[in-house]
């Protein structure tokens, strides 16, 4: 329908609120004429719109809705990517523990139907939760089985993803080494294909990894250059509609390891860092 395709164009623009609009009226119409897949998708839709938006109670509303129409209508490749997509929401509300239960749900069904760019990023979904839960093993594994496929189908931009999500999981197993080697891979990933906030997480990731083997300069260094990535036009329109976006995260794991460092009375580290701490707060 001409509306859908419009807030489609919209939603890729980031012009939320004509996205939302159009999807309304796609969504009217389909409920008018009876078209229940139409239906299941606008929901969808309006679903990916209030998550960008970071309203993730009426994310949660419309997915779901759009799930109860995928299995009504028996759509196996919509049931598992609304059981993905309410993962998601439920990870941004900081419940993990169903986040885990929707994507593991949503794997299932990739697996199933033969999704393999579907299980790749599920795999990856789910490595973010188990990161989140400290279950620092199990994230691993579903992010070493995300990179094989995204290197398996040629999907350079969830290559370079995976390749920071494992530089940020090796950070946390204190195997700082091959944290710098995960993050470089997905630095030169981003450079490569141009993804400015790839870019930026990759370098908040390697701003980290230094800080942690107390090579202070050079964390400087790459955290400046993430936040100069931050600070451009496209980066911070992407923050304020998304706030949990890894590279966000990134910075605000910069700050608080400057204000550990500060509440430690570590003059020398907090010397070295009080511009770029100046500069995540604005």
């Known amino acids: ?86 993962g998601t929401v439920f ?49 691993k594994e579903y992010y070493v089985k995300a990179l094989e496929i995204a290197i398996e189908i040629g999907d350079r931009r969830q290559e370079g993803r995976i390749n920071k999500d494992l530089g940020d999981v090796f950070d946390s197993l204190g195997e700082y080494q091959k944290a710098k080697e995960y993050s470089e891979k997905a630095l030169d990933i981003a450079i490569e294909i141009g993804d400015r906030q790839g870019e930026g997480a990759a370098n908040g990731n390697l701003g980290n ?18 936040l100069d990535i931050l600070q451009t036009k496209i980066a911070k329109s992407v923050a304020k509609v998304l706030g949990t976006t890894p590279l966000v995260k990134t910075l605000d794991k910069a700050r608080n390891t400057l204000r550990e460092k500060r509440n430690r009375n570590d003059k020398y580290c907090h010397d070295k860092y009080k511009d770029t701490l100046a500069c995540v707060q604005t």
């Open 1 to 86: 329908m001409a509306h859908d395709r419009l807030g489609r164009v919209c939603y890729n623009l980031e012009k939320m609120q004509e996205a939302k609009k159009h999807y309304k009226i796609a969504l009217d119409i389909a409920i008018e004429i009876g078209y229940r897949q139409g239906e299941g998708t606008s929901n969808g839709n309006l679903g990916n719109v209030f998550l960008s938006l970071g309203e993730y109670q009426k994310a949660k509303e419309y997915y779901k809705k759009a799930l109860d129409i995928a299995i009504e209508i028996g759509d196996r490749g919509g049931e598992g990517k609304r059981n993905a997509n309410l």
């Open 91 to 139: 990870y941004s509300l900081g419940e993990n523990q169903k986040a885990k239960e929707y994507l593991e749900k949503a794997l299932d069904i990739a697996i199933e139907i033969g999704d393999r760019a579907g299980e790749g990023i599920t795999n990856g979904n789910l490595g973010t939760v188990f990161h989140s839960l400290g279950e620092y093993q199990k994230a």
């Open 209 to 226: 990894v230094f800080n942690s083997l107390g090579e202070y300069q050079k964390a400087k260094e790459y955290y400046k250059k993430a």
